[in-house]
């Protein structure tokens, strides 16, 4: 509560009113800040090989990287367990998807205020058609001798 307000004057200009104990400094903090560097936008991966991610995770205070935590999701998939952010600010995870179709991965970076950043990136996951071979010669008819070279 001011129970003395005061006023600063200059000649024909006011300058400042308030009350002295009303002197204080509010400090914002700001929420981290993540972008998805590996892999690239509409990257695509054939099923039943492992995707590595690569966030890299900032802040605008005075956060340390290791004092994150990220999280990789794929919709409603965890990709892997909640992990903290490297030195370098890189949050990574690899993942082995073992079924075909479009994959929308989502990070999520918390911050010790328990403030978040999320990024999110598309890729596709191709199906893993083993491959075919076929024989043209010797034909199913044909008679070769044993020496003969095929």
Do not use: K
Not at 26 to 37: D, K, M, W
Not at 53 to 79: H, K, Q, R
Request: aromatic share 6%; net charge negative.
């Amino acid at each position: 509560m001011c129970t003395r307000p005061y006023l600063v004057l200059a000649p024909a200009l006011l300058l400042l009113a308030g009350c002295p104990e009303d002197r204080e400094i509010l400090v914002y903090h700001e929420p981290p800040l993540v972008s998805i560097t590996e892999p690239e936008e509409g990257a695509e991966f054939i099923e039943g090989t492992t995707v590595q991610f690569v966030a890299l995770a900032t802040t605008t205070d005075n956060t340390e990287p290791e004092e994150l935590v990220a999280d990789w999701v794929s919709e409603n998939e965890v990709l892997c367990d909640p992990t903290g952010v490297a030195q370098n600010a890189e949050a990574v995870c690899g993942y082995t998807f073992t079924t075909p179709g479009d994959v929308l991965i989502t990070v999520t970076i918390t911050d010790p205020q328990n403030d978040r950043a999320e990024d999110s990136r598309s890729i596709t996951i191709l199906e893993n058609i083993p491959p075919t071979i076929e024989i043209q010669n010797p034909t199913p008819d044909e008679v070769i001798a044993a020496d003969a070279f095929i």
